[in-house]
């Protein structure tokens, strides 16, 4: 796949997995994710486990990855969508258990608002599966104002990266 000569952008990617041996499909989806093209891993974090957060099913395993990558926003999307099917990812309804779940954070400095795309992450500042992965590998985007909202979330670190 040809891409035109752009500038590479440093975006956030959330991982997070409950279905099957959710471990090992985060493991699996951080090498997936490093592996688009015009990607390349910049930091990942440890993985986590956390209940639920308004759902229900077994608790989640979740992770955050930096990459650098030439891909704009929708076609990042796109790739991080399809790595989310072949994992057999179902949408059956709203915080449904998922066997993966791949989401953009943020992609540099950008502010998106399309059908498909919210960035910043809409909902990502509320949640403490997302903030303290992120805060581990990239402390200037979180700080301890957004960390406290969310301390009374109980998270566990499973794995160190």
């Given amino acids: 796949m040809a891409i035109p000569e ?3 952008v440093l975006a956030y990617v959330a991982l997070g997995a409950n279905l099957g041996d959710a471990r090992a499909s985060v493991r699996a989806a951080m090498q997936d ?3 688009l093209p015009h990607t390349q891993l910049v930091a990942s974090s440890s993985l986590y486990r956390t209940a639920p957060f308004e759902a229900t099913g077994p608790d989640f395993i979740n992770a955050v990855v930096a990459v650098s990558t030439r891909l704009n926003a929708p076609e990042l999307l796109l790739n991080l969508q399809h790595l ?6 179902e949408r059956a309804y709203r ?14 400095e950008a502010s998106i608002c399309s059908p498909t795309l919210q960035v910043p992450h809409p909902r990502m500042w509320q949640r403490a599966f997302v903030l303290v992965p992120l805060a581990e590998i990239a402390p200037n985007q979180v700080n301890a104002a957004q960390l406290a909202e969310v301390v009374a979330q109980l998270i566990e670190r499973i794995d160190l990266a």
């Fill in 33 to 35: 994710v490093a592996a």
């Fill in 84 to 89: 989310e099917n072949g994992a057999g990812r």
């Fill in 6 to 8: 752009r500038p590479e």
């Fill in 95 to 108: 915080n449904a258990p998922r066997t993966l779940d791949l989401d953009i954070l943020l992609y540099g």
